[in-house]
């Protein structure tokens, strides 16, 4: 189950309404082996696609140091479908080489992407290890805290 406190949930949706036509994309990092996400970092979609993204790789590079350097690691890696629902495409399986990730998809077709748009947004989030995908489910709190001292 991914546990994603409801600031960083509705910073990667106002980042995936932004963002479209385009896919957006980015990750959300915490403390390694925590499973708490929770720095969020929006990334620049260096396809500049409706279809595909994908990080610009000297950003990617230096957050992955950074992160090397401060002990963290993704938690969440996400991105958006413009026009699809909110489910992993062969290519996304193909690249999802982070076992630990949960790989957050947001779609934004249907006219999700609108900030005066009032309907659900598909909000999903998978495992994929070696190209098996596990859906889980989505558990969106006001803060961590609340978790705490739950197994």
Known sequence: MLVIEKGTYEAIVAHARKDHPDEACGVVIGPEGSDRAERFVPMLNAAMSPTYYQFDDEDWKRLYNEMWDRDEEAVVIYHSHTATEAY?????????????????????????????????????????????????????????????GED
Request: proline share 5%; glycine share 10%; charged share 30%.
């Open 88 to 148: 992993p495409s062969r290519t996304d399986i193909d690249r999802a080489q982070e076992p630990n990730a949960h790989y957050v998809l947001v779609s934004t077709r249907g006219g999700a992407h609108s900030q005066t748009y009032d309907g659900p947004v598909e909000f999903r989030s998978y495992r994929i290890i070696g190209g098996v995908v596990t859906e889980e489910e989505v558990r969106v709190v006001g803060s961590y805290e609340e978790t705490e």
